[in-house]
T-cell receptor, first 114, second 112 residues
Framework: DTAVSQTPKYLVTQMGNDKSIKCEQNLGHDTMYWYKQDSKKFLKIMFSYNNKELIINETVPNRFSPKSPDKAHLNLHINSLELGDSAVYFC?????????????FGSGTQLSVL | QKEVEQDPGPLSVPEGAIVSLNCTYSNSAFQYFMWYRQYSRKGPELLMYTYSSGNKEDGRFTAQVDKSSKYISLFIRDSQPSDSATYLCAMSTSGGYQKVTFGTGTKLQVIP
């Protein structure tokens, strides 16, 4: 009965491969996000979708492509993986994407690129 | 220079101690100030939320915001081993869609 769930929890892959991470929320929220947390615990927003529409796109390499088939799902596809992509990727959601709303995070996907 | 600066620690205290965690920031447009707690291998969860300057208390936790100094604090009274986690300060501006800026987090260990 997890509110924000993402799969897989761990992902180990070789440089150059393509991989996807999936996220689903059952909170009925309109807005979903992808955050990246590096080895120093720095958490930075990558993308945000509101009702399937991309509203925030930070300076992320275009090897990263988010997709939102509906407002309960937000997936992240990464092409041509590089060593520097190793990090923990968190999916999050909030009711309407307003600046004063609480973020609900998933448990993260730890990506290791070898 | 990062928009939000936070001492990464680790900070180690005995059980029952008062803990003070702090962040400084450079963007004067920040209006919403939050503290998230992150346990190992888990996602962050919201602990405290404050709008603009002032204090907010919730049980053993007190959040303070000093916008004139661009400085925010989280105090934990009577710290417990279950408080051992990484504490992330976070801030956002008002208006538009939410884009939260996080600090790098302070790792806290409370020793029984």
């Amino acid at each position: 009965d997890t509110a924000v769930s993402q799969t897989p929890k761990y992902l180990v892959t070789q440089m150059g491969n393509d991989k996807s991470i999936k996220c689903e929320q059952n909170l009925g929220h309109d807005t979903m996000y992808w955050y990246k947390q590096d080895s120093k615990k720095f958490l930075k927003i990558m993308f945000s979708y509101n009702n399937k529409e991309l509203i925030i796109n930070e300076t992320v390499p275009n090897r990263f492509s988010p997709k939102s088939p509906d407002k309960a799902h937000l997936n992240l596809h990464i092409n041509s993986l590089e060593l520097g992509d190793s990090a923990v990727y968190f999916c999050a959601s909030s009711p309407h994407g307003a600046t004063n709303e609480k973020l609900f995070f998933g448990s993260g996907t730890q990506l290791s690129v070898l | 220079q990062k928009e939000v600066e936070q001492d990464p620690g680790p900070l180690s205290v005995p059980e029952g101690a008062i803990v003070s965690l702090n962040c400084t920031y450079s963007n004067s447009a920040f209006q919403y100030f939050m503290w998230y707690r992150q346990y190992s291998r888990k996602g962050p969860e919201l602990l405290m939320y404050t709008y603009s300057s002032g204090n907010k208390e919730d049980g053993r936790f007190t959040a303070q915001v000093d916008k004139s100094s661009k400085y925010i604090s989280l105090f934990i009274r009577d710290s417990q081993p279950s408080d051992s986690a990484t504490y992330l300060c976070a801030m956002s501006t008002s208006g538009g869609y939410q884009k939260v800026t996080f600090g790098t987090g302070t790792k806290l260990q409370v020793i029984p």
